[in-house]
């Protein structure tokens, strides 16, 4: 099937659902509003990371468009060794690699050679995306939050630290929120102040254990990602 046959796929699916909202709810819908609805489904369907693509349809090999097939955008979750969460809640920690070797009794170069390989299978960006792939998926539940008081972060502190949890560099940030680099160097300083952080890593980590960047300001992180490498 050719590229452009695929990127109708989606507008063929809308147009589908859009009919059969139509057909079923009758004059309880108009057009317009089966139309917006379709899209919306459409995107949702999209943005929850599936692919949606159309296959040959086995009973007649002339119809592509017979048969619409949803399959998974994003790659599974890595296996995790035995020592990850342990190398995980080090970076979440902000502690160095000396001092994660020193707490595991692993020599230092075998530690940086693993968080290496933990980020590669992760597809992390830096050991600050890794943690906050690590709490996005739920791995972090066994370490207990730090105890320190919840403080207040403006919005701007907030925005930075989210495209720091995406693995991005203060050049990408600042393409993104239209500031200077050196701006986002400040903005981080600062939320790095109020929360204590010793390092990107450490403030993510403390930015999701006060509930800062559950509630994202971009929508997904990958798409900040997308944004920034353009």
């Not at 459409?42 to 949606?52: K, L, S």
């Not at 709490?135 to 105890?147: D, F, K, N, V």
Request: aromatic share 4%.
């Amino acid at each position: 099937m050719t590229p452009q046959v695929l990127g109708l796929v989606p507008d063929a699916v809308a147009a589908a659902i859009a009919a059969a909202a139509v057909e079923e709810l009758a004059e309880r819908i108009t057009v317009a509003e089966a139309s917006a609805l379709a899209r919306r489904a459409v995107r949702c369907i999209r943005r929850d990371g599936w692919h949606i693509t159309a296959l040959a349809h086995h009973d007649d090999p002339g119809d592509e468009m017979a048969v619409i097939a949803f399959s998974p955008a994003k790659a599974p979750p890595p296996v995790l060794r035995r020592y990850d969460l342990a190398l995980l809640a080090g970076l979440a920690r902000g502690y160095r690699t000396h001092e994660i070797s020193a707490q595991t009794g692993v020599p230092v170069k075998t530690i940086r050679n693993r968080i290496f390989r933990l980020r590669r299978r992760m597809g992390a960006h830096s050991s600050a995306h890794a943690v906050d792939m690590a709490y996005e998926r739920g791995w972090m539940t066994h370490l207990r939050p730090e105890e320190r008081p919840r403080v207040h972060l403006p919005k701007r502190q907030i925005e930075v630290l989210v495209g720091v949890a995406a693995g991005l560099t203060n050049e990408q940030i600042g393409n993104i929120l239209g500031i200077s680099r050196e701006t986002v160097a400040r903005y981080l300083a600062r939320a790095f102040t109020r929360l204590g952080a010793r390092d990107r890593a450490h403030a993510v980590a403390l930015a999701w254990q006060q509930g800062h960047l559950p509630a994202r300001m971009f929508a997904k992180a990958p798409a900040v990602i997308q944004r920034g490498a353009a």
